[in-house]
Every structure is written in structure tokens, then in C-alpha cells.
Nanobody, 124 residues
């Protein structure tokens, strides 16, 4: 099992930027695909972005494409989500997830371990 701890959430005005980090425990991090998901009040958890084990392939939800960037540093056991041009509809709890596979998918049930989440609030 991988322990995941997200950080970097907060309150930002529309058009602003935030960077999230997710620190993972364990020595197998470089063999896991990683994903970011979010859940707004009263809504289902939705896919945001994912990255393969090497960082060579990434995938984004259409709603964040061109504004968000996922990256990873395997030496630091950390995955990042840089969020630019934020909109009020990006307001949600953001979760980091680990998949026991080299390659990522864009659905929540494909991930094995989850962090507790970090709140992102975008004011208009």
C-alpha cells in the first residue's frame, strides 16, 4: 500500500494559479502510474490528469487541458499538478491516486491508493 499526502491547496482568485504536490511513501513509486481527481460538493469524483511511470505520457480531462500540467519526480517520490488560469468551476477537493501499473487510466476505479485530498477554492 502507498501512503499519499497532498499539499498546496488554498484560496485563489479566478485567473490565478496554484501548484499541488503529492508525496508518496515506499520504494516502488517509480513503478506506479499516478493520477489527480477532484470532487466538488454534490458531484461525482472526476478525473483531472494522469501520468505514466516515467512521466513520458500524460492525459488530461478536456475541462483542464491547456491550463493544468501534471508532472512527477521519481527521485523525490512526488507528483505535481500545476494549475493555471483557474476558474470558479475548478473549486473542489483534489485527490492524488496511485495505480499499481506502469500506465495510467482516466477512471477512478483503476487506482489502488488514495490520499485524503486538499481543498482548492477559486473565487470569482
Amino acid at each position: 500500500q502507498v501512503q499519499l499526502v497532498e499539499s498546496g491547496g488554498g484560496l485563489v482568485q479566478a485567473g490565478g494559479s496554484l501548484g499541488l504536490s503529492c508525496a508518496a511513501s515506499g520504494r516502488a513509486f517509480s513503478r506506479y502510474a499516478m493520477g489527480w481527481f477532484r470532487q466538488a460538493p454534490g458531484k461525482e469524483r472526476e478525473f483531472v490528469a494522469a501520468i505514466d511511470w516515467s512521466g513520458g505520457r500524460t492525459n488530461y480531462a478536456d475541462s483542464v487541458k491547456g491550463r493544468f500540467t501534471i508532472s512527477r519526480d521519481n527521485a523525490k517520490n512526488t507528483v505535481y499538478l500545476q494549475m493555471n488560469s483557474l476558474k470558479p468551476e475548478d473549486t473542489a477537493v483534489y485527490y492524488c491516486a496511485a495505480r499499481y501499473s506502469l500506465y495510467s487510466v482516466n477512471y477512478a476505479s483503476g487506482y489502488n491508493d488514495w490520499g485524503r485530498g486538499t481543498q482548492v477554492t477559486v473565487s470569482s
